[in-house]
T-cell receptor, first 113, second 112 residues
Framework: KAGVTQTPRYLIKTRGQQVTLSCSPI?????VSWYQQTPGQGLQFLFE???????NKGNFPGRFSGRQFSNSRSEMNVSTLELGDSALYLC????????????FGPGTRLTVT | DAKTTQPTSMDCAEGRAANLPCNHS???????VYWYRQIHSQGPQYIIH???NNETNEMASLIITEDRKSSTLILPHATLRDTAVYYC?????????????FGQGTTLQVKP
């Protein structure tokens, strides 16, 4: 079974721009969660989508948004990029219940200049 | 905030067992203990999880104390490829679906 895939793997953007990252979950998984990882803050939960609905949300500003499509693929968008948004963005998929394990993709490395 | 406490770093000799402790004294009855690891700059990798019984899979064993306030992840024969940051996470309940709260984890260095 194919794992979680994320595209692109690397991205360089300029302050003020916006960016869209994509995540394809493991086949059959209906939940996709997004995380941001920085050296200073570690791994932080952004949000979770299940059956095209946002089911859980972390403490990030509204510039961070996401969506999920009917095939469970998910995208996250960051608008008006700031230097502090430079991070590794990870998505994880699971079957969706509260105790199912999550499987992570390789991440997208975003650099904001 | 993370509900777990782990040592910042540990060393282990290659071929020996690595025992990684985790304290979770405020764990609730419906919460599970999960272990993930992250090798440098890769996505975290699921290792194992359990509720109250000891668990074993092809990667590791998980020992949870009877009062469930602490646990130990055991890598039976550590290799250099097991060098990683190991995260112990407590999770459960429908209000936290899809949400893993990561602490700082334990950096395990396996040495030859």
């Amino acid at each position: 079974k194919a794992g979680v895939t994320q595209t692109p793997r690397y991205l360089i953007k300029t302050r003020g721009q916006q960016v869209t990252l994509s995540c394809s979950p493991i086949s059959g998984h209906r939940s996709v969660s997004w995380y941001q990882q920085t050296p200073g803050q570690g791994l932080q939960f952004l949000f979770e989508y299940f059956s095209e609905t946002q089911r859980n949300k972390g403490n990030f500003p509204g510039r961070f948004s996401g969506r999920q499509f009917s095939n469970s693929r998910s995208e996250m968008n960051v608008s008006t990029l700031e230097l502090g948004d430079s991070a590794l963005y990870l998505c994880a998929s699971s079957q969706g219940g509260p105790t199912y394990e999550q499987y992570f993709g390789p991440g997208t490395r975003l650099t904001v200049t | 905030d993370a509900k777990t406490t782990q040592p910042t770093s540990m060393d282990c000799a290659e071929g020996r067992a690595a025992n990684l402790p985790c304290n979770h004294s405020t764990i609730s009855g419906n919460e599970y203990v999960y272990w993930y690891r992250q090798i440098h700059s890769q996505g975290p990798q699921y290792i194992i999880h359990g509720l109250k019984n000891n668990e074993t899979n092809e990667m590791a064993s998980l020992i949870i104390t009877e009062d469930r306030k602490s646990s130990t992840l055991i890598l039976p024969h550590a290799t250099l490829r097991d060098t990683a940051v190991y995260y112990c996470i407590v999770r459960g309940g429908w209000s936290n679906t899809g949400k893993l709260i990561f602490g700082q984890g334990t950096t395990l260095q396996v040495k030859p």
